[in-house]
């Protein structure tokens, strides 16, 4: 089983609608959860870390379940620019960083 | 924030050539830093895990003697892919923990380096 799963997409919305994204990952003892965006052809950029108690940046809310073992990610308000690929990045131990596969989103007009 | 650069962005060599690769954190030290390949429409896939005054640690199935890490600093790794072939041709990226946060701080990703060979 892999450590990180995350449905690939891809994932086509209309502009102004909201999307959510989920990740699964099977080592209960994980430590961090951060969600990445990454553009075509461009490194992966934080887009948020994610807290045990949920947590908001504008149109975007991260959250954990540790009970089930995943994290999500949802996006209200869809603009054309949030068009990319959205990765989840799981910390185990020992300073190990597993990646999910990413989710296309493309925003349509 | 944290910054990581890397350099050079782009580079086109010839079959058999090496290329060097440098990856920097700018404004924090990293004992740690990651290496990962990326095919087109393909996910990132790590290839070492470069650690300071130490050897690198490779993923099953990257050749060491290929892919020279050399972490001689606390803030600068380096990779270099030795007689590059062109289906070594991919986007090379790194990273490197780092902030505020100490052990919850984020990776910070270098904006990658895309290898062409002709």
């Known amino acids: 089983r892999k450590e990180v799963e995350q449905d690939p997409g891809p994932f086509n919305v209309p502009e102004g609608a909201t999307v959510a994204f989920n990740c699964t990952y099977s080592?209960?003892?994980?430590?961090?959860f951060f969600w990445y965006r990454q553009d075509c052809r461009k490194e992966p950029k934080l887009l948020m870390s994610?807290?045990?108690s949920g947590n908001e940046d504008g149109r975007f809310t991260a959250q954990l379940n540790r009970a089930s073992q995943y994290i999500s990610l949802l996006i209200r308000d869809s603009k054309l620019s949030d068009s990319a690929t959205y990765l989840c990045?799981?910390?185990?131990?020992?300073?190990?960083?597993?990646f999910g596969t990413g989710t296309s989103l493309t925003v349509i007009p | 924030g944290a910054v990581v650069s890397q350099h050079p962005s782009w580079v086109i060599c010839k079959s058999g050539t090496s290329v060097k690769i440098e990856c920097r954190s700018l404004?924090?030290?990293?004992?740690?830093m990651f290496w990962y390949r990326q095919f087109p429409k393909q996910s990132l896939m790590l290839m070492a895990t470069?650690?300071?005054?130490?050897?690198?640690?490779?993923e099953q199935g990257v050749e060491k003697d290929k892919f020279l890490i050399n972490h001689a600093s606390l803030t600068l790794s380096t990779l270099t892919v030795t007689s590059a072939h062109p289906e070594d041709s991919s986007f090379y990226i790194c990273?490197?923990?780092?902030?505020?946060?100490?052990?919850?701080?984020?990776?910070?990703f270098g904006n990658g380096t895309r290898l062409t060979v002709t």
């Open positions: 470069s650690n300071e005054g130490s050897k690198a640690t490779y």
């Open positions: 990045v799981v910390e185990g131990a020992g300073n190990q960083f597993y």
């Open positions: 404004d924090f030290q990293a004992t740690t």
């Open positions: 994610v807290y045990s």
């Open positions: 080592n209960s003892a994980s430590q961090s």
């Open positions: 990273s490197a923990r780092g902030g505020l946060l100490g052990f919850y701080s984020p990776l910070h």
